[in-house]
């Protein structure tokens, strides 16, 4: 087995030639000739999950988040994205990540949102050729009041607290999703006529919203999380024999709520 042969079972679903023109998703550390033996999945490349990797012999680490995301100008074990970089070079460990490819495919991050909620007559809520698009939207299974609605996401995705703008009167039905960052799509939330749009690290303008419209933030992390058994799953189904494992350290999340 190569880090190629791994690299292809996640690229056959979701493909890099559709990241987004910013993103650094793919192998960002190592060659695809290298031998692997054992694969780790997270969904942060911390200094810590190479730490890991090490501890339990795996040769190549599968991450959602991109370990080097933009231009590194120094590698430094001061810094978290340099140690982690340090680490798996001397380690001989192979980094590889699937970011905006997976968030793009309607079987990815924010198809697994949807399918926490369990929303009916999914389809991309910005769509590309080919099928794939940023975000997903669809219905619920019956109307819910806003506060109905707070208490279902709260329950569904494990949420302490979350984040929403002003709730609307009316019951909502049609409801957009995007994992992560996905501001850039509240218009597009809107104009697909949905009643509540749910995604990521908004901001604080952004909750000025229209009539009819309820805009919810329940955290990256919290929006992202279930891409790492979806990839877990698609490693093991393709090589049922292959040593892939997930995390120990499953909780990445770098905010703390109090």
């Known amino acids: 087995m190569k880090v190629r042969d791994i690299i ?3 690229e056959e679903f979701a493909p890099l030639s559709i990241q987004e023109k910013w993103d650094n998703s793919g192998l960002s550390v190592g ?3 290298s031998p692997v033996t054992s694969v780790l999945l997270g969904l942060d490349c911390t200094p810590g999950l190479v730490d890991e990797a090490v501890a339990c012999g795996a040769d190549m ?3 959602h988040h991109p370990l080097i995301f933009s231009g590194l100008k120094k590698i430094s074990p001061e810094d978290p994205v340099g140690a982690a970089v340090i680490k798996a070079v001397s380690a001989g460990i192979a980094v590889y990540s699937a970011h905006t490819t997976a968030d793009k495919v309607i079987a990815g991050v924010s198809g697994a949102m949807a399918e926490r909620l369990g929303l009916k007559d999914i389809s991309v809520l910005e769509p590309e050729d080919g099928g794939t698009g940023l975000g997903v939207i669809g219905y619920f299974p019956e109307p819910m009041s806003s506060e109905e609605t707070v208490a279902y996401v709260k329950e569904r995705f494990g949420l302490k607290m979350l ?3 002003r709730p609307v009167e009316e019951k909502i039905s049609k409801v957009a999703l995007c994992g992560g960052a996905g501001a850039s799509l509240i218009g597009t939330a809107v104009a697909a ?3 509540l749009y749910i995604t990521g690290d908004v901001s604080y303008h952004h909750f000025f919203t229209p009539d009819g419209f309820m805009l919810m933030d329940i955290g990256h992390y919290e929006s ?5 058994p979806i990839l877990f799953s698609l490693i093991k189904k393709n090589f049922p024999n292959f ?5 120990e350290n499953v909780n ?3 905010i703390y709520y109090f």
């Open 193 to 195: 006529g949905a009643g």
């Open 252 to 254: 990445s999340n770098p």
């Open 243 to 247: 040593a892939v494992r997930i995390t």
């Open 61 to 63: 680490i599968v991450t």
């Open 224 to 228: 992202e999380k279930d891409i790492v």
């Open 8 to 10: 292809r079972v996640i």
């Open 163 to 165: 984040r929403t703008s």
């Open 31 to 33: 060659s695809p000739e």
